[in-house]
């Protein structure tokens, strides 16, 4: 059993900054990838970025240059820095990981989702 506790959301300024975080626990035995998704009110969820467990990242066209993924491998935690928000960022968050556990299956994991919201 795998769980996704994410943290960080919150209400800021447009230009304003937030960071994400997102820690992974329970009979993992390792983890592939993490990454975060959004989902704005009446939108589809969409990628926000990325990264593998080799440091590999990718993000959307829409955050490139704003957002920065990371991780903490010993703590299972994957971080979204968030700079220069807009409006249009406003979403839930969701925290997204591929992992193995230690019963030998592999699948994707999702956390409860946190909201951020930017203002003007």
């Known amino acids: 059993q795998v769980q996704l506790v994410e943290s960080g959301g919150g209400l800021v300024q447009a230009g304003g900054s937030l960071r994400l975080s997102c820690a992974a626990s329970g009979s993992i035995f390792s983890v592939a990838y993490m990454g975060w998704y959004r989902q704005a009110p009446g939108k589809q969820r969409e990628l926000v970025a990325t990264i593998t467990a080799g440091g590999s990242t990718n993000y959307a066209d829409s955050v490139k240059g704003r957002f920065t993924i990371s991780r903490d491998n010993a703590k299972n935690t994957v971080y979204l820095q968030m700079i220069s928000l807009k409006p249009e960022d406003t979403a839930v968050y969701y925290c997204?990981?591929?992992?193995?556990?230690?019963?030998?299956?592999?699948?994707?994991?999702w956390g409860q989702g946190t909201q951020v919201t930017v203002s003007s």
């Open positions: 997204n990981v591929g992992a193995m556990t230690t019963a030998g299956d592999f699948s994707r994991y």
